[in-house]
C-alpha cells in the first residue's frame, strides 16, 4: 500500500515559519516529480510549488521568495519550507505527485494533508 502523510502544520502568526513534511510509504516505491499544494476553505486547490525528480523547483507568484520546496529522496520525504506566513496562506496544505517502480511512474492518493493557520 502506498501513501502520502503530510505534517508540520499548526498556528503561527503572520511573519512566522513552518516546515511541512511529507513522508511517502510503499515498498519499493522512488519519488518522481512532487508538488505541494493548499486548498483554503471554499476554494478550489491550488498548486504553490514543484519539484522534479532532478530538483529543478517552480512556485506559485504567491509565494516566490517565502516558500522552499525540496526533498530527501534517501528518505522518501519532500518538505515545504514557509517563511513570512500570511493570513493568506491559511489553508490545507497537501503533498501529491507521482513514484516510479519498475520503469513506470504512478500517481499516489491525495493524503488528508495537514492545516496552516496564520493569524493574530
Known amino acids: 500500500q502506498v501513501q502520502l502523510v503530510e505534517s508540520g502544520g499548526g498556528l503561527v502568526q503572520p511573519g512566522g515559519s513552518l516546515r511541512l513534511s511529507c513522508a511517502a510509504s510503499?515498498?519499493?516505491?522512488?519519488?518522481?516529480?512532487m508538488g505541494w499544494y493548499r486548498q483554503a476553505p471554499g476554494k478550489q486547490r491550488e498548486l504553490v510549488a514543484a519539484?522534479?525528480?532532478?530538483?529543478?523547483?517552480n512556485y506559485a507568484d504567491s509565494v516566490k521568495g517565502r516558500f522552499t520546496i525540496s526533498r530527501d529522496n534517501a528518505k522518501n520525504t519532500v518538505y515545504l519550507q514557509m517563511n513570512s506566513l500570511k493570513p493568506e496562506d491559511t489553508a490545507v496544505y497537501y503533498c501529491?505527485?507521482?513514484?516510479?517502480?519498475?520503469?513506470?511512474?504512478?500517481?499516489?492518493?491525495w493524503g488528508q494533508g495537514t492545516q496552516v493557520t496564520v493569524s493574530s
Open positions: 501529491n505527485g507521482r513514484y516510479y517502480s519498475y520503469s513506470s511512474t504512478y500517481a499516489y492518493p
Open positions: 510503499g515498498s519499493a516505491s522512488r519519488l518522481y516529480r
Open positions: 519539484i522534479t525528480s532532478g530538483g529543478n523547483t
